[in-house]
């Protein structure tokens, strides 16, 4: 596989972030990679990552890319985004505890990330959506909401548990984050990325 359609223009990796992706390669391959065979091998891997959690959104790039428009528009044009909510129910069925687990460390591990490349919020907020989620079910046992549409499972999984508590202001804005923002541009977010480690930290609080 090859990294995908102008995947250097979207995730922009610096030659600190090569140097480190040969590192850590090496290190746990023992292959040693050239830097531009690093760069093309990094590019590769947060393609495929970003097509996983949303082929959506990646159809979406490939799209933009192929028709010219990530090119500059002229200023008359109204490049509002266009927002088409997608549901995302919680699996009432997996593993709670393994999949909270995994949320976090996701979330551990996406701390770098985000600062070096803003589009990587998309990632952590589905993490944070999955930890949050499955810690209200666990905490809620048998006694759990139906998702309903998907669109709204996470603030009737919150009141349940604890009640119209101080966070819910907090556990709406990741949900409309998760079930609506995620294609859109994280510059046109309703949460701005410098209010976003705050968001987190409400968040996780619940945990």
């Avoid at 922009?12 to 065979?37: P, W």
């Avoid at 097509?51 to 490049?79: N, V």
């Avoid at 996701?106 to 499955?134: C, D, F, K, Q, S």
Wanted: aromatic fraction near 8%.
């Amino acid at each position: 596989m090859c990294p995908g359609p102008a995947s250097d223009r979207y995730f922009h990796l610096s030659d600190e972030d090569v140097l480190e992706f040969q590192r850590i390669i090496a290190k746990a391959t023992g292959e040693h990679l050239s830097f531009e065979a690093a760069r093309l091998r990094a590019l590769e891997l947060l393609d495929l990552f970003y097509l996983i959690h949303d082929p959506e959104g990646w159809e979406q790039r490939r799209s933009d890319f192929i028709h010219g428009y990530d090119l500059p528009r002229m200023g008359s044009l109204d490049t509002t985004p266009v927002l088409h909510p997608r549901p995302a129910p919680l699996d009432l069925q997996a593993d709670h505890r393994e999949k909270l687990g995994r949320a976090l460390v996701m979330i551990g591990n996406g701390r770098h990330w985000v600062r070096a490349r803003p589009t990587t919020w998309r990632y952590a907020v589905i993490a944070l959506y999955e930890a949050v989620g499955h810690a209200l079910v666990l905490t809620l046992g048998v006694e759990v909401p139906d998702p309903g549409d998907g669109l709204h499972h996470l603030t009737p999984l919150y009141d349940a548990a604890l009640g119209k508590g101080s966070k819910r202001e907090a556990i709406e804005q990741l949900e409309v984050l998760r079930t609506t923002y995620l294609p859109v541009a994280v510059s046109n977010w309703i949460v701005q990325s410098k209010d976003l480690p705050r968001l987190f930290i409400e968040c996780l609080e619940i945990l």
